[in-house]
């Protein structure tokens, strides 16, 4: 079971994200955060709220919400990255992500 298989999606329309780049860090970088779970792979910025693709975009209706209410299966991963000095590499927390997906399934 991969993350990008999980239900994901905006808690206020249902979008569901298509592995597209559509989220832009404050560094600069643009990535696709669920591959990430909320977390910049450039500058390690964990970002607790994720905005729905709005205007411009193929779906998505622009609204705030909390990261991990994208979620549609209760995942503990604030458990699994332990805190914001985490500096683990991103690939790493991808993988680890994985793992964790797939004990839970
Ligand atoms: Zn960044
Ligand atoms: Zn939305």
Redesign the pocket.
Known sequence: MSINNLKIQCPSCEWKPDGRNYWR?????V?NTFDTVGI??????KWEKTQCPGAGYPGGCGVISNHDEWYTIPINYKKLFINKNNKENPKNIQTKANEYYTEKK
């Not at 910049?40 to 910025?45: F, I, N, Q, R, T």
């Open positions: 860090c404050n560094c600069g970088n990535w910049c792979p450039v500058c390690d910025k």
